[in-house]
Each structure stands twice: as C-alpha cells, then as structure tokens.
C-alpha cells in the first residue's frame, strides 16, 4: 500500500504536470481537489483515464470519482480492492 | 477616410533576449546549432503556476509576449476589443504528443488536456480566457503569411471602426519530430552554422528556430507609440523576377518610391536556394538604401516575420540600428520609413510598411 501511494504521487505529479510539487509535499490525506492540491475538472479526466490505463478500473459512474479521488489514501484503497492490471 | 493604425505596444520571446523591452539586442546571443530554442523569461513570474501547468510552450510565450506588449501600451486588459493571432503550425508539441498517444494506446485512454491544446486556435483562446477577452478572437494558419495575416485583419477592423484596441501576433514552437522530419527533408541545414556565418553557410535549408511577438494596434496614438503601420501586402506566389515590380507597385500604391524608403528590413536565412529573392530587392530597387536582416538571431520559422515586425519597430524607437543586423553601410541620418520584406522557400511572400510618427 506505501509503495502504491508513492506510485500514485509521482504519476500524479507527472500526468498533472505540477512542476512545483514533491512527492513530500503530498500527505497521504491531503485533499487532491479544492483547498489541497487545487486540482480541477480537466485533472479529474486525466486521473479516470489513469486509473483505466494503469490499474484496468473502469469507472462505470463517474460521480464515484469524487469520494476516489479524495486523497491518495482513497485513490490507493480504491485501487488495491477494484485493480485487474 | 480611413483611420490610422498605430503600434502602442511590442513584446517578443525569440532566441535573442528580447523579453526586456528597455534594451534593445544590447547583449547578442551567438549560436552555433541548427535550431535555435527561444531565451526564455522567468514564466513564473509573469504566469500562475496553478495555470501555467497546463500551457504548451508556445502558449507561454505568448502570454509573456502579450503581457509586455500592454504592459508597454499602458493598457487594461479589458480593453482590448479583438485578439487576433498567426501561427504556422500552432500548439504542435501538445498535437505530436496527442497522435502518438492515439498511436502508442491503440486509440483508448486519451486525455484530454492535450487535445484541448492541440488545435491551433488554442493560444488565442487561452490569452481571451486569461484577459477575460469575449470579444473577436481569430486566427490564421497561412504558413509565411500567418502573421502578415493577423496584421492585415487587424488593420482593417481599426480602419473599418470594426474595434479600438486590438491585440494581434503571431507564434510558433519547435519540436523534435518537426525538426527531425524537416531535417530529413533538407529544410533545416545538415551542420551548424555560427550565428554571424549563417549568410555564408553556402548550403541549403535554415536554421529552425521558434518564438512569439505580439502587438497592441489601436486608431488611438498612446504617449508609448512611435510607430503606425501604414500597410500590408502578401503573396502566395511570386516568381524572382516578379518581386521588384511587386515592390514597387506596394510602395506606389502607398504614395511611396523606392527613395522614400530608409530601410528594408530583409528575410535572408542563409539558405542558398531562396535566399536569391532577396537579392532582387538588395542588388536592385534598394541597392542604395540602408538594408538589415535578422534571421541569423531569431532563426527560422513560420511566424519569424513576427521579430522583423518587431525589430522595424525598435529601431523606430531608437532611431538606432545595431551593426550586427547590418548588410550593407549605407547611412541614414534618422530612420523614418521601413519596408519589410519576407518569404519562405519561393512562398508566400509579404511586404509590410512601417512610419516614424
């Protein structure tokens, strides 16, 4: 699971493009959306994306994604008990 | 009567460091490559990092390029009626990325960020989504002439009272994909060229390069102004031997004589092939007018009219040509009138007008 959340923060940071972030600088809690890393709409697409090309999760209601896409912590939970790939 | 169009605000981001508009190619950046990548300014300050993260290189020079042209013509962004753009081959880094995405996944799992700046109108779009700009908002895909055509749209809306305060440019980024298929093609020169050699090269092609110069043109002379831009002409095709007369009917039609001119700005790039249309105009109607050219420092590319547009402008301003844009000594006491020439490989050919005022 700590491995799956590092993974995560890097290809957040990557795949979001946010030059100015560390993968310290993202607590396992953090809120992605809003007050936390200020992600948007665009960067919730890229993520449903993500999570169908890495981890074979197809999500069939996109509304799921607001309580997947929390934190890393939600994103990793989600991933380890839905991921086929 | 038509009215007038003045230059109340330049900006560029070119591979000189032109970003400063205080001085003026004071420090010459020297290169010694086939392509020539732009002296970036410090985006950061100048864009949100939070906005920033999603702009294609050309985007990010555009928006700088675009803040110091109205932060130079003293003007609200809310002010500006138009944005009107000229780009060869726009946001093409985030389009090449895109194609392979479809390509390398099998056309599944497209994002959709890089579709979204992967149309050419998109620097357009993202410099109105950052003023707030709802009004006219266009752009020209001309190849050579994009940028002439922006111009020439602009010109005519301040004519016709179509907008007061226009923001007009032109754009385009380098890639590696572009510059390895025109390598292949021979466009882009085989072995590099210093940048004071380019005109002696005596080899075909360019050296590629990219850049954003943006323009705020208004009917309204602001205290910054020194410049108008009397007119604007292109050409998709002309042969040699036409590219005189063509001059000299420009310059009649303006009430003008190859004698009124002070100074031709030329497009020379070095490249043995074409470079002979400009010889037409140096060794011929202007052999005895004071002539520069530019393409040796902000290189080659679809747009790069943009920095001789830019340049025509500073040396206006500064009643000063730097030597080494010089290719011949003929001395002018005081540059008033300007008259650009410009085309790529036989193509696409424009003459534009520029006067002190």
Known sequence: ?85 | MTRPVYINGIGSVSAQKTFDNASFLEDITHHSDTVLNVISPDYKTHIPPAAARRMAKGIKMSMVSTKIALQEADLEENKIDAIIVGTGLGCIGDSEKFVMDIIDNNEQYLTPTRFIQSSHNTVAGQIALGMGCKGYNFTYVHSAISFESAILDAKMQLENKEADYILVGGVDELVNHHIDTHRLIGHIKQEPVETMAVLKSGTKGAIFSEGAHFFVLSSEKSPSCHVELVAVKTFNNLSKNQVSGKAQTFLEENNLTSDSIDLVILGYNGDIEFDDYYDELANGLFSNTAQVYYKHLCGEFDTASGFAFWLGNKIIRHQDIPEVLRLNSVEISEPKTILIYNQYRGENHSFTLLRKC
Do not use: H
């Open chain 1, 1 to 85: 699971m700590t491995e799956l959340k590092l993974e995560l923060k890097e290809k957040i940071i990557e795949q979001l493009n946010l030059e100015d972030v560390s993968v310290d600088d993202i607590a396992d809690q953090d809120p992605l959306f809003g007050e936390g890393l200020g992600l948007d709409s665009i960067d919730a697409l890229e993520l449903i994306v993500m999570l169908d090309k890495d981890y074979g999760i197809k999500l069939a209601d996109p509304k799921e994604g607001r309580k997947i896409f929390e934190s890393v912590e939600t994103m990793a939970t989600y991933i380890t008990e839905n991921r086929s790939a």
